[in-house]
T-cell receptor
Framework: GQNIDQPTEMTATEGAIVQINCTYQTSGFNGLFWYQQHAGEAPTFLSYNVLDGLEEKGRFSSFLSRSKGYSYLLLKELQMKDSASYLCAPMDSNYQLIWGAGTKLIIKP | ETGVTQTPRHLVMGMTNKKSLKCEQHLGHNAMYWYKQSAKKPLELMFVYNFKEQTENNSVPSRFSPECPNSSHLFLHLHTLQPEDSALYLC????????????????FGPGTRLTVL
């Protein structure tokens, strides 16, 4: 079956760094997406990885290891506005996104 | 209007009512999606349309009926819903993913918060 595993909730301090892990099992693989979703709002795209390695985009970076079925999202210089849920979503062989339940990130001053 | 819009934003309906949710995308995409999001659960894909043709129906009960009259509009018709159908219904659009080009991020609308009494 297809399965996504990511922590339910994490807490971090403003200005710090946090890493949100995601492990996945899918039928085929066509890359992995990370989305951010603020409470009561729609998800918005953050990153896409299809090859192994680290993709950096400003304060956010995303890493992928296909052989391990593992990805992480790294957030640096945390700001209060980063408080949100972060959704890991690999794409399967049918080009469908398989969504995790999301990690709720709480930023404290 | 830009991006993906959804109406209504909030809907309260009784179990015997019939209502419709509307989604419109202004991005020139050719794939549209309906998702259900319940509290603390993963997004559940309900329906997918590629080039106006339904390509996915993930075992959704028949009380949910999608309609895609053109590549810019998507409807979700609702009838005789149950209280457990109360959730946030999200519409999304993207370019259709094809072999060799799977990278097509989905753009989401703001959602319709549905409450079934």
């Amino acid at each position: 079956g297809q399965n996504i595993d990511q922590p339910t909730e994490m807490t971090a301090t403003e200005g710090a760094i946090v890493q949100i892990n995601c492990t996945y099992q899918t039928s085929g693989f066509n890359g992995l997406f990370w989305y951010q979703q603020h409470a009561g709002e729609a998800p918005t795209f953050l990153s896409y990885n299809v090859l192994d390695g680290l993709e950096e985009k400003g304060r956010f970076s995303s890493f992928l290891s296909r052989s391990k079925g593992y990805s992480y999202l790294l957030l640096k210089e945390l700001q209060m506005k980063d408080s949100a849920s972060y959704l890991c979503a690999p794409m399967d062989s049918n080009y469908q996104l398989i969504w995790g339940a999301g990690t709720k990130l709480i930023i404290k001053p | 209007e830009t991006g993906v819009t959804q109406t209504p934003r909030h809907l309260v309906m009784g179990m015997t009512n019939k209502k419709s949710l509307k989604c419109e995308q202004h991005l020139g995409h050719n794939a549209m999606y309906w998702y259900k999001q319940s509290a603390k659960k993963p997004l559940e894909l309900m329906f997918v349309y590629n080039f106006k043709e339904q390509t996915e129906n993930n075992s959704v009960p028949s009380r949910f009926s999608p309609e895609c009259p053109n590549s810019s509009h998507l409807f979700l018709h609702l009838h005789t819903l149950q209280p457990e159908d109360s959730a946030l219904y999200l519409c999304a659009s993207s370019q259709a993913s094809i072999a060799g080009d799977p990278y097509n991020e989905q753009f989401f609308g703001p959602g319709t918060r549905l409450t079934v009494l």
